[in-house]
């Protein structure tokens, strides 16, 4: 069965702090995979997407990994400020002829001054 | 600002009662999709349409019909409303099946 998994759930670290989310995912064919921040009441926002080939890539405080042999991701988040305070979503696409995205069930993330 | 617009943004209604919510994008994407968020779960697809003039069910289409009206807009009907049906609905777009998702902000839909 298709399936992304997050860990952990949810976490609260100090503003200023460093934290990395997890995500793992049993998704065949992959065809890439995708971080979205999404904030309280609001659509999620895409962070990162990296296809099969691609091992790292930044946006900002922001770096998402990706290991496709163990089927692994994670998301890094660098000097952390308030305004991360929100839920990151693990996407993974399996498929390039259905557009179903795999969605996982996030971590929710509380920055504390 | 750019991007995809839903509404309404928040709706009650009553168990039997029908609606359809509505979605469009000015990006001209060709791809579009309905999706419902639930406490605990991650989103899941009710429908989509890969491009104008077609529409496919998703994971979770049971309830529930779409239109897409043109390309710019893409509407989510439910014909008799449900308790199970309380949810936050998202609307999204992209311009292929492959490429990134643009997500409207959403309508939570509560039915008593």
């Known amino acids: 069965k298709n399936q992304v998994e997050q860990s952990p759930q949810s976490l609260i670290i100090l503003e200023g702090k460093n934290c990395t989310l997890q995500?793992?995912?049993?998704?065949?064919?992959?065809?890439?995979l995708r971080w979205y921040k999404q904030d309280t009441g609001r659509g999620p926002v895409s962070l990162t997407i990296?296809?099969?080939?691609?091992n790292t890539k930044s946006n900002g405080r922001y770096t998402a990994t990706l290991d496709a042999d163990t089927k692994q991701s994670s998301l890094h988040i660098t000097a952390s400020q308030l305004s991360d305070s929100a839920s990151y979503i693990c996407v993974v696409f399996g498929s390039s002829n259905t557009g179903k995205l795999i969605f996982g069930q996030g971590t929710t993330l509380q920055v504390k001054p | 600002n750019a991007g995809v617009t839903q509404t309404p943004k928040f709706q009650v209604l009553k168990t039997g009662q029908s609606m359809t919510l509505q979605c469009a994008q000015d990006m001209n994407h060709n791809s579009m999709y309905w999706y419902r968020q639930d406490p605990g779960m991650g989103l899941r697809l009710i429908y989509y349409?890969?491009?104008?003039?077609?529409?496919d069910k998703g994971e979770v289409p049971n309830g529930y019909n779409v239109s897409r009206l043109n390309k710019r807009e893409f509407s989510l009907r439910l014909e008799s409303a449900a308790p199970s049906q309380t949810s936050v609905y998202f609307c999204a777009s992209s311009e292929r099946v492959l490429y990134g998702y643009t997500f409207g902000s959403g309508t939570r839909l509560t039915v008593v």
């Open positions: 990296m296809t099969f080939s691609e």
């Open positions: 995500c793992n995912y049993t998704v065949s064919p992959f065809s890439n």
């Open positions: 349409s890969a491009s104008e003039g077609t529409t």
